[in-house]
């Protein structure tokens, strides 16, 4: 079993649509949590680190579930400017990702 | 304030070549790790660091090379280089109470 899973995309979806993602964790003593954001053929790049009382950024609202190892993403009103691959992150001593989905928001 | 810099952005080697993928960072950073991605495997750690002269071997360390005599750098090497390696390497860095790595651009080798 991979330590971080994530759900397969890739997802397509219209502008404005609200779009879910999911991640599971199996390392229980993992301490922070956290998407990360990957543009074609670029780097990584932080979007939001993840709390137990879950978080909110603007449109994108992440929640951490201890109890399920379960971490989730949700976008709300999806703009042409989402589309890229969401990394699921889960960080003990050294940082490990999860395979990454895919978005795409189409006109 | 450059962040994480990485050189070269591309490479071709032949099979058996050995080469050094160059990281730096001017962030005084103590944490720093090499990744590989790959399609449909997501980024997996290949050797990190926790300080100067400290390393320790990631997921996927057979065939890499790492050292870390200065806070800045963070080199890579290839021993000798097989297609398998064909990969996009990345590298990063955080504060050890940081949130989350900083990322370089990548260097895309290929190696035939």
């Known amino acids: 079993r991979k330590e971080v899973e994530q759900d397969p995309g890739p997802f397509n979806v219209p502008e404005g649509a609200t779009v879910a993602f999911n991640c599971t964790y199996s390392n229980s003593a993992s301490q922070s949590f956290f998407w990360y954001r990957q543009d074609c053929r670029k780097e990584p790049k932080l979007l939001m680190s993840?709390?137990?009382s879950g978080n909110e950024d603007g449109r994108f609202t992440a929640q951490l579930n201890r109890a399920s190892q379960y971490i989730s993403l949700l976008i709300r009103d999806s703009k042409l400017s989402d589309s890229a691959t969401y990394l699921c992150?889960?960080?003990?001593?050294?940082?490990?990702f999860g395979q990454g989905t895919e978005l795409s928001v189409k006109p | 304030n450059a962040g994480v810099t990485q050189t070269p952005k591309f490479q071709v080697l032949k099979t058996g070549q050995s080469m050094t993928l160059q990281c730096a960072q001017d962030?005084?950073?103590?944490?720093m790790s090499w990744y590989r991605q790959d399609p449909g495997m997501g980024l997996r750690l290949i050797h990190y660091?926790?300080?100067?002269?400290?390393?320790d071997q990631g997921e996927v360390p057979n065939g890499y090379n790492v050292s870390r005599s200065t806070t800045e750098d963070f080199p890579l090497r290839l021993l000798s280089a097989a297609p398998s390696q064909t990969s996009v390497y990345f590298c990063?860095?955080?504060?050890?109470?940081?949130?989350?790595?900083?990322f370089g651009s990548g260097t895309r080798l290929t190696v035939v």
């Open positions: 992150v889960v960080q003990g001593g050294k940082l490990i």
């Open positions: 660091s926790v300080g100067a002269g400290i390393t």
């Open positions: 990063a860095s955080r504060e050890p109470q940081g949130f989350g790595y900083t």
């Open positions: 962030m005084n950073h103590e944490y």
């Open positions: 993840v709390y137990s």
